[in-house]
């Protein structure tokens, strides 16, 4: 469940911002809705409303450009150290294609996930001492490896750090370090992704000779990848970036990127940001997430046709591999999570297994905080070590909850959003205690939101409406795209599409019909049934079909017209912190424990059918006179005293009456031998 949040609307706003900024109405009110109060603060949201900053603004940045100048004159052999994801492998690929055209002997070393992990590390810095090499080059890491470049700088080796992640207090001693995040760094844009520093170092060797804009029509597609798999904001340069990026993958096309946009089944003239996040940016992982990142960083640099296209397909494979692998992760933290009430019903889901592919737990852990609406750190073992990754939500900094528990792991870092650990197998019931107690002391965890910019009629939405809102692309962090309500819709019928894969959905208001499509959803899993009036949260595309254009719904989001998430959120978490023993007052435990007359309410609803619903919308079917909470007990205590059987995921309940006979003591039921007890002072 997440909250629908929609903004208050300025109307009067809106049009002096579409008026004076000379922008269509649409892209006027979503840029009011998101807080743009006049037409220039609109304008500087959209593509062209920034500017390339000059790259000697950037602390070191000269002493970087003077020390790779000098390897270059003198021969020296130059190692770009990168990494694994799309940002470093991008940002590997950009500068050593720099440094190669221009004459540089330059090679790149990138770590294996698997084995070495993030960064740089003590036996890769020996390797690349022994290859002769006098200067390494970080891109997208290396702010934090004080003792790697100290052992480096020890092996005649000097280093350039280019890194975007934000520094500890004590730098390494490194010949350059270019980073906007330090604190005595001047540029004034501090979003850059990896590769968007290696772009900025790459600008300042060229030097006054080679403008930027020329420099970004070389290298914008590599750019713009980079850029978009990091997730960094879609403003200011990055912005520039993604859109320069975009035109250049449509116009001159490098060899690999073309490849893959073939296998991705991409026709350039339709490629856009979010093409870039879904299609593109998970095969340049893929292969680091599973093994090595060799493919994808010799499919950037490829320059015949068919060696690309080779490499291309063997990007799309590991992806499916990965993809597979990353499913049978999720399906086993899911039943380990659905069978253990302490996990579950905690502030921060902690789940782990043996032999979890460490390359996608993180994708796992993004997948389960959506599932069940909590920060989620995914942990695997192997050789009685443990390496997790997390995501966090809005509200919620998880790296200060891993920072509180840092006595207990070996390493850690990340940012609000995300985080990653590593830590004795031993160790983990302990960090989930301890980051749970962290949460828990800090007060209540936010719940998740769904931020919809505006309401919309269906009857005004047409084929030219949603051309105008292309004003506002590229999307992404920072500038998602815009998400409209449509509330108040009959749903007409259901129809499976892609043997079963995903649903259309006939919903009509008034005269107005529309079709929507549920993608990676099944009949299965969607609970409603022609005649429900239902709210839709979509976005809209053009759809093209035999040379005519029609608007395309997706289907984000959905739930019945008087379902109220905050309110059956706020109950299941008093059920929630009572299942885990933490401390309620009377008022909260009276509040989730039900009478025999709410107890014969819901059993009636279970008994005779099998039932599949979510909570809220079981809540919803009584009116609101039972709380979530109390249901979430009901439900349990049946399921104690063997009445129902209760399957459940994430939010999805299934419920089937079993065979009684005689008459149930609901008192007994343990659960509300607990509250009763908890109520009368005892402990839960």
């Excluded at 339709?270 to 093409?275: A, D, R, Y």
Aim: aromatic residues 6%.
């Amino acid at each position: 469940m997440k909250i629908w949040t929609v903004p208050k609307l300025n109307r009067d706003t809106a049009r002096e911002i579409a008026e004076k900024a000379a922008i269509p109405q649409i892209a006027a009110y979503v840029l009011a809705a998101r807080g743009a109060q006049s037409a220039e603060s609109a304008l500087k949201k959209l593509p062209n409303g920034g500017e390339l900053i000059d790259p000697f603004l950037m602390k070191d940045m000269q002493k970087a450009a003077n020390r790779i100048s000098a390897a270059m004159e003198e021969c020296e052999r130059i190692c770009v150290y990168g990494d694994y994801d799309a940002d470093g492998v991008c940002a590997t690929a950009l500068l050593f294609s720099y440094l190669s055209d221009m004459g540089a002997d330059v090679f790149y070393y990138i770590p294996s996930r698997r084995d070495e992990g993030y960064g740089m590390n003590e036996a890769a810095v020996k390797k690349i001492a022994e290859m002769n090499t006098s200067l390494i080059i970080t891109v997208d890491n290396g702010i934090s490896a004080v003792d790697e470049i100290d052992l480096a700088l020890s092996l005649g080796i000097d280093t350039v750090v280019t890194d975007h992640h934000k520094p500890d207090v004590a730098l390494p001693n490194a010949a350059a370090i270019i980073n906007p995040h330090r604190h005595d760094c001047q540029y004034p844009f501090k979003e850059l992704s990896g590769v968007g520093v290696a772009f900025k170092l790459v600008a300042a060797l060229a030097g006054e000779g080679v403008s930027q804009e020329e420099l970004l029509y070389e290298y914008a597609d590599i750019i713009s990848i980079g850029t978009v798999g990091d997730v960094v904001p879609l403003v200011g340069e990055n912005r520039i970036f993604v859109q320069k990026g975009i035109e250049c993958m449509k116009n001159r096309q490098r060899v690999g990127i073309k490849a893959l946009l073939e296998c991705c089944a991409i026709d350039p003239d339709g490629i856009n940001s979010e093409k870039i996040a879904y299609s593109i940016v998970p095969r340049i992982n893929a292969c680091g997430r599973l093994g090595e990142s060799q493919t994808a960083l010799e499919l950037l640099l490829a320059e015949d046709e068919d060696v690309a296209l080779q490499l291309a397909e063997e990007l799309c494979l590991e992806n499916s591999n990965r993809r597979s692998v990353e499913a049978d992760i999720m399906a086993q933290a899911c039943e380990i999570i659905e069978n253990d009430s302490k996990i579950k019903n905690r502030s921060i889901i902690v789940v782990s297994g043996n032999d979890w592919n460490t390359g996608v737990v993180g994708i796992v852990a993004s997948r389960l905080k959506e599932l069940y609406g909590k920060p989620t750190i995914v942990i695997g073992v192997s050789n009685k070590l443990a390496k997790g990754s997390g995501r966090s939500i809005k509200g919620f900094s998880l790296v200060d909850a891993v920072f509180a528990c840092r006595d207990i792991l070996l390493n850690f870092g990340g940012h609000p959003m995300a985080a990653g650990v590593t830590l004795k197998e031993d160790n983990i019931k302990a960090f989930s205690d301890m980051i749970n107690s962290y949460a828990d002391s800090i007060g209540s965890m936010p719940f998740q939101e769904l931020n919809i910019d505006l309401k919309l009629n269906p009857a005004v939405i047409d084929v030219q409406l949603v051309k105008e809102l292309k004003y506002l692309e590229p999307y992404g962090a920072g500038n998602p795209q815009p998400l409209f309500g449509i509330y108040n819709m009959r749903l007409v019928s259901v129809t499976e599409v892609g043997g079963g894969k995903h649903l259309r959905l006939v919903l009509s208001r008034d005269e107005s019909y529309i079709t929507v499509m549920y993608f990676s959803h099944t009949r299965d899993e969607f609970i409603f049934e022609p005649g429900d009036i239902l709210d839709l949260a979509v976005t809209l595309e053009i759809n093209l079909y035999n040379d005519m254009q029609s608007v395309s719904f997706i289907l984000r989001d959905v739930k019945l017209r008087d379902e109220n998430f905050e309110e059956c959120l706020k109950s299941v978490r008093i059920y929630e912190k009572m299942i885990i023993n933490r401390p309620l007052g009377a008022d909260e435990l009276k509040s989730i424990l039900p009478t025999r007359e709410d107890f014969v309410l819901v059993y009636k609803k279970i008994k005779g059918a099998k039932l599949k619903t979510r909570l809220s919308s079981l809540w919803c079917s009584f009116g609101g006179a039972l709380s979530c909470g109390k249901i979430k007990v009901i439900i349990q205590a049946l399921e104690e005293l063997s009445l129902i059987e209760c399957n459940s995921k994430g939010e999805i309940l299934s419920l089937n009456a079993l065979s009684y006979s005689g008459k149930a003591d609901l008192s007994s039921a343990p659960i509300i031998k607990k509250i009763h007890n908890a109520l009368n002072g005892g402990i839960g």
